[in-house]
């Protein structure tokens, strides 16, 4: 009888500690030290509807390059003797229509959806040369609005700003503060539109496969979900439920201690 409650107390107090200590994730578990894991290659990013695209074009001579500029602002002389704005307010903002388009100053419209940001560069590029509006431009394009939206079962749920334009999914999932304990660590899914329609990949941050997946760099508009166990409850029912754990399991361990005090 008396090891029955010994071993009803070490029931209790294992209990307790589970019900303060969650279990945590561990990330790509199965990796070996000193094994090479090859990734696959970043795919490019490509232009897609409602982007925004910062684009700038220089040249030796600033008065050919103004019109082709919405800053408002001077020009300089770099040491290397090209042209390029010194102050003033940078407005080079264009907005990727939904037809796929932006209309760029004189060229007017031009069809950049799909196209790499090298793409867009080139494009402009020949469209100066070819019209001979400038003889050498210099065509700098950036996307500043890469976001990725984090949801499900993540820390912090919202959209991160992604300023450099790469990103992994374990970078995005580490800035959104780790997974909570009702995710599944092997159903991270990613949302991606291509081609004019949505797919969904599915991950297992658990797996060193994650590095051969194609959602491993993620890319514009890219949505990030991971997938809980069960129903999430709420703040109040989580209190709840940890109270009562809490509750029961010191109980028992109080009423086993109390009687096998007074044997």
Not at 163 to 182: E, K, Q, V, Y
Request: glycine content about 6%; proline content about 5%; overall charge neutral.
């Amino acid at each position: 009888m008396k090891k029955y409650l010994i071993f009803t107390a070490l029931i209790s107090l294992f209990s307790l500690h589970s019900c303060i200590i969650a279990k945590k994730v561990v990330y790509v578990k199965d990796m070996q030290e000193g094994v090479a894991y090859p990734t696959v290659a970043a795919a490019p990013i490509r232009i897609q509807k409602n982007d925004r695209l910062s684009i700038t074009v220089s040249s030796k001579n600033p008065e050919l390059a103004a019109p082709f500029n919405l800053d408002i602002g001077s020009y300089g002389i770099d040491s290397d003797g090209q042209a390029n704005i010194r102050s003033g307010q940078s407005n080079n903002t264009f907005l990727v229509d939904t037809d796929g388009q932006i209309n760029y100053p004189i060229i007017g419209p031009l069809s950049i959806e799909g196209l790499t940001i090298d793409g867009v560069r080139d494009l402009i590029w020949e469209n100066l040369v070819n019209k001979k509006l400038i003889a050498e431009p210099i065509v700098k394009v950036e996307l500043i609005n890469v976001k990725i939206t984090m949801m499900g079962e993540v820390q912090s749920v919202g959209i991160l700003d992604i300023p450099d334009t790469r990103i992994t999914l374990l970078d995005a999932l580490a800035r959104s503060g780790g997974l909570t304990a009702n995710a599944v660590p092997d159903k991270v899914s990613v949302i991606r539109e291509e081609n004019g329609v949505r797919k969904m990949y599915m991950n297992d941050i658990e797996s060193s496969n994650i590095f051969n997946s194609p959602t491993f760099f993620l890319q514009q508009n890219d949505i990030v979900y991971v997938h809980p166990k069960g129903p999430v409850p709420s703040a109040r029912e989580n209190n709840t439920l940890r109270y009562m754990g809490l509750l029961t399991s010191s109980a028992g361990l109080v009423i086993t201690i109390l009687i096998l005090i007074n044997r």
